[in-house]
């Protein structure tokens, strides 16, 4: 069954350092997600991407945050300068349509990246 | 009012019996609902879509009420390995949003 698949498992990084969290989504899926969970928190949609651009972002995900599909395969999120509050759980998803298409846009879940910042 | 909201738990239910849980949404333009479960320090993973005439997958049941705005999952005959979390996830016009999870601990 095919999957979405996320590198690095674990990243510790130093405060105002950049990170770059990968993902594969699935191959055919056309719509990108990431989220991020706090540990012991709910699951907070950050962005979503299609056609090569940012269809819609929460308040979270401002300046310090940027996203990119740079080949067919990865879609890449960056952390320009972190901080102690970026540690969290990032999860990528993925879905062959979009909400209110309801066939097809269930989301497919990425094990996660676990961010830590220190 | 929460724009998702969810019982935290836990519930605590001995194996084989049933249980329900609901989750209620502010946003009556909400047009997309579904159960995800999340075990401990996993991704989450799609339970069921719900559909507004109700819909059962083996031991599960979604239903939804537009009216009064939530929506249920129950379980029946539960296993231990239903034991997790359970996230409620509404799509509206403009937002994704995930309640915090109920979380079901099932009893040997």
């Known amino acids: 069954e095919p999957e979405v698949t996320q590198t690095p498992s674990h990243q510790v990084t130093q405060m105002g350092q950049e990170v770059i969290l990968r993902c594969v989504p699935i191959s055919n899926h056309l719509y990108f997600y990431w989220y991020r969970q706090i540990l012991g928190q709910k699951v907070e949609f950050l962005v979503s991407f299609y056609n090569n651009e940012i269809s819609e972002k929460s308040e979270i995900f401002d300046d310090q945050f940027s996203v990119e599909r740079p080949d067919g395969s990865n879609f890449t999120l960056k952390i320009r300068s972190t901080k102690l509050e970026d540690s969290a759980m990032y999860f990528c998803?993925?879905?062959?349509?979009?909400?209110?298409?309801?066939?097809?846009?269930?989301?497919?879940f990425g094990p996660g990246t676990r961010l830590l910042v220190l | 009012r929460k724009e998702v909201e969810q019982d935290p738990g836990p519930f605590n239910v001995p194996e084989g019996a049933t249980v329900a849980f609901n989750c209620t949404y502010s946003?009556?333009?909400?047009?997309?609902f579904f159960w995800y479960r999340q075990d401990c320090r996993k991704e989450p993973k799609l339970l069921m879509s719900?559909?507004?005439s109700g819909n059962e997958d083996g031991r599960f049941t979604a239903q939804l009420n537009r009216a009064s705005q939530y929506i249920s999952l129950l379980i029946r005959d539960s296993k231990l390995s239903d034991s997790a979390t359970y996230l409620c996830v509404v799509n509206g016009d403009d937002k994704i949003i995930f309640g915090k999870g109920t979380r079901l601990h099932i009893l040997p």
């Open positions: 719900v559909y507004s």
């Open positions: 998803a993925s879905s062959e349509a979009y909400r209110g298409r309801a066939i097809g846009e269930t989301q497919y």
């Open positions: 946003n009556s333009a909400s047009q997309s």
